[in-house]
């Protein structure tokens, strides 16, 4: 078995052809440069952040990039948020229409024109959303009976929905069904809020515990604009690489377009930074 491994590892590096894709790409290019191509399967990512900063609309947009641009498997798992709410998240970042227009269903023409011009496109089974489970005490675990053993990224949002208790064994039965299923697992692990304006320190992410012990990869998210008003940064975003078991740590700067729920590269915006 081992000399097997070897063998296909050697066909993959050598003969394209012979590689499966062994990343999930997050759709901001720095990002995916820092993590030698993405989000690597087989292994638990925490996605963390104080309140109010995106971490939700951080993981959403994981999942809906690997479904509608990488032409990968997802399913966007949030027991606390309706389908809805999800959805909304996904037509406002992918056909670029205010998501306080999807909201409240009133559209300007171009907006509705952008939405028709992206439905072929979002018409696919790749993302799945699992939302709205109600009370803890009601919910399955959310890989229990092999679901979503075909889906080569999972996005939990949130694993605080967990603390009943059974977090300290959900993240490893996580990790196991990553490996095991060749598929990357992504799980939203809030901070609590902070008087600080600085950017959450390894004291306060390693405040996650069982979360920060188990996980492979950890990202925090801080936006200097959500605690300082005069902030000179207006839009800019810090992703940290606080924890990578196979890399090194870094900080990695990105763009908030809360209008259109989404975080996007730099590139992205004319006059960005390169």
């Known amino acids: 078995m081992g000399t097997s491994a070897v ?4 066909n993959a590096l050598v003969e394209p052809s012979f590689a499966p894709t062994t990343t999930v790409p997050t759709g901001l ?22 309140p109010g900063v995106g971490c939700s609309t951080f993981a959403t947009g994981l999942a809906r990039y690997a479904a509608y ?15 809805d709410e999800i959805a909304a998240r996904i037509l406002s970042a992918e056909a670029r229409v205010p998501i306080t227009q999807i909201r409240s269903g009133v559209l300007d023409e171009s907006s509705r024109q952008r939405l028709r011009d992206s439905k072929a496109r979002l018409k696919t089974d790749l993302l799945a959303i699992s939302a709205g489970w109600g009370p803890p005490s009601s919910a399955a675990d959310p890989v229990e009976h092999g679901r979503w053993n075909d889906r080569d990224l999972i996005v939990l949002d949130d694993i605080n929905y967990y603390f009943d ?29 902070s008087a600080s304006t600085d950017a959450p320190d390894l004291r306060e992410i390693g405040a996650l515990g069982t979360v920060w012990e188990d996980a492979d990869l950890v990202i925090s ?7 300082c008003q005069d902030s000179s940064r207006p839009g800019e975003a810090e992703l940290t690489i606080a924890k990578h078991r196979y890399g090194a740590q870094r900080t990695i700067s990105v763009l908030f377009q809360g209008h259109y729920a989404r975080f996007v590269p730099y590139a992205a915006q004319p006059g960005g930074k390169p």
Not at 7 to 10: A, E, F
Not at 69 to 83: D, E, F, H, I, K
Not at 166 to 176: E, G, K, V
Request: hydrophobic share 45%; proline share 4%; aromatic share 0%.
């Open 7 to 10: 063998i296909d590892r050697l």
């Open 29 to 50: 290019d720095a990002l995916d440069v820092a993590l030698d191509g993405g989000l690597r399967r087989g292994q638990v990512v925490a996605v963390t952040s104080r």
């Open 69 to 83: 641009q990488a032409g990968l498997s997802s399913v966007m798992v949030a027991p606390r948020t309706s389908a």
């Open 165 to 193: 208790g059974s977090t300290s064994i959900l993240l490893p039965r996580l990790r196991d069904h990553a490996r095991r299923t060749s598929s990357a697992v992504v799980v939203v692990a809030p901070l609590s809020a």
């Open 221 to 227: 998210i801080h936006r200097d604009d959500v605690s």
